[in-house]
């Protein structure tokens, strides 16, 4: 097994309002983290929007560390070489990660769960992200995107109002970090949209 996109991914997004470019790249075996890149990491998940959509209950409170980063980075690679999950930074025209976006593993039944994350000083772009990953999963092969929501992420909601989900009803789901479950168990309204 491997990425269904292939080794190596880097296309362009265009942010909302600025119609700047940013680039969506893969994190995948060739991608090395730099200092600048964890720190953009940490930062960003620990605002607080980020922080508590994400974090708050898989960090059981703790603030989100450097060695969470560079974990995350690990495991989000490995992902890549396996085929299990993939990842993919959004940078800024100055290179800065700015975003996140990932999708999980491409099955027989062609459903997959995405995920991301934005910085508070990048809003306008995961819009865009999430419209191209939808072109990049149909292209290889997945038939539907699935999102796991909490009822009061309400930014959350507008992004998959504004590219074409559907609410399907809702499900308890475990939640889990870095593929390890963390022993707790949240409602979430689940959306869902065809490729
Ligand atoms: C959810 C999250 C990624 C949304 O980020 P965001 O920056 O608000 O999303 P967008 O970039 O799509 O939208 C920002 C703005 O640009 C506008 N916009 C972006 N793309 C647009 C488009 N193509 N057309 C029209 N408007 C657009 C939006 O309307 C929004 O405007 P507003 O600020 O006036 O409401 C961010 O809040 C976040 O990281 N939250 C914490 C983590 C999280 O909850 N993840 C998801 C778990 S399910």
Redesign the pocket.
């Known amino acids: 097994m491997s990425s269904p996109f292939g080794e190596h991914v880097d296309v362009p997004v265009a942010q909302?309002?600025t119609g700047d470019t940013y680039r969506m790249v893969s994190i995948d075996a060739g991608y090395e983290a730099s200092e600048e890149d964890i720190a953009s990491i940490v930062s960003i998940c620990n605002e607080p929007?980020?922080y508590?959509?994400?974090f708050r209950d898989r960090l059981d409170g703790n603030a989100y560390a450097e060695q969470d980063a560079q974990e995350f980075l690990d495991w989000a690679r490995n992902g890549w070489i396996s085929g299990r999950h993939c990842f993919f930074l959004l940078r800024s025209p100055g290179g800065v990660i700015a975003?996140c976006i990932d999708i999980g593993e491409l099955d027989e039944s062609g459903e997959a769960l995405v995920?991301?994350?934005?910085?508070a000083y990048?809003?306008?772009?995961?819009?865009?992200a999430m419209?191209r990953l939808a072109e990049l999963a149909a292209d290889a092969g997945y038939r539907k995107l699935v999102?796991?929501?909490?009822e009061e992420?309400l930014?959350?909601l507008?992004?998959l109002k504004?590219t074409g989900f559907t609410h399907v009803g809702s499900q308890e789901h475990s939640l889990t970090r870095l593929d390890r479950p963390v022993g707790k168990t949240l409602k979430f309204r689940r959306y869902e949209r065809a490729l």
């Open positions: 909302y309002d929007l980020v508590r959509f994400l975003t995920g991301y994350w934005a910085g990048h809003r306008g772009v995961i819009t865009n419209d999102s796991l929501v909490e992420n930014r959350s507008a992004v504004r």
